[in-house]
T-cell receptor, first 115, second 112 residues
């Protein structure tokens, strides 16, 4: 599992409340990603990070922000959750890009329900 | 980013047969293409990466082809088993190669 953990694993929250999801890795990988997965849409990239304090937007970044203050943690924040953000959220890493190894390894996912 | 098409209908096959899944893309041909497996309630798991100059790659019962002229990859599982039942995703890098675009996946169901 590439040493990736996500917390919480399940969360139910109300519309309008802030929510922060955490991705933690133990192997100092430089690249980290946040995806959401929804029926009919597949996996879609929200934000990614290529180093501490270095982040960029993905395909579906509206309504989300991220922070990476240390290598091992990548946080995804929904400032004001909406029902459309009900989804399964996956964190991923790319190990060791220096050897042209581009595959991604995923965490177990967080199931978020916004009521 | 890439536009990727995978058959949205589930593929049902009998145990022991060869399963063939298709991934088509419509933009530029990338330097490599990847295949992942996803089981219900779990994150995707990386299976194979094939580079543009490799044409074919094998790993145990898995075989992947990559035709940059047709803009297509085929994913084969030989001697399929019920344990191979899962959703299979293909993924291609976006320009800059920092991120991937994933197809929506094809569900494979192998019956005993």
């Amino acid at each position: 599992d590439a040493g990736i953990t996500q917390s919480p694993r399940h969360k139910v929250t109300e519309t309008g409340t802030p929510v922060t999801l955490r991705c933690h890795q133990t192997e100092n990988h430089r690249y980290m990603y946040w995806y959401r997965q929804d029926p009919g849409h597949g996996l879609r990239l929200i934000h990614y990070s290529y180093g501490v304090k270095d982040t960029d937007k993905g395909e579906v970044s509206d309504g989300y922000s991220v922070s990476r203050s240390k290598t091992e943690d990548f946080l995804l924040t929904l400032e004001s959750a909406t029902s459309s953000q009900t989804s399964v959220y996956f964190c991923a890493i790319t190990p060791n890009r220096d050897t042209r190894s581009y595959e991604q390894y995923f965490g177990p996912g967080t199931r978020l329900t916004v009521t | 980013s890439q536009k990727i098409e995978q058959n949205s209908e589930a593929l049902n096959i009998q145990e022991g047969k060869t399963a063939t899944l298709t991934c088509n893309y419509t933009n530029y041909s990338p330097a490599y293409l990847q295949w992942y497996r996803q089981d219900p309630g779990r994150g995707p798991v990386f299976l194979l990466l094939i580079r543009e100059n490799e044409k074919e790659k094998r790993k145990e019962r898995l075989k992947v082809t990559f035709d940059t002229t047709l803009k297509q990859s085929l994913f084969h599982i030989t001697a399929s088993q019920p344990a191979d039942s899962a959703t299979y995703l293909c993924a291609l890098p976006n320009s800059g190669y920092s991120t991937l675009t994933f197809g929506k996946g094809t569900m494979l169901l192998v019956s005993p």
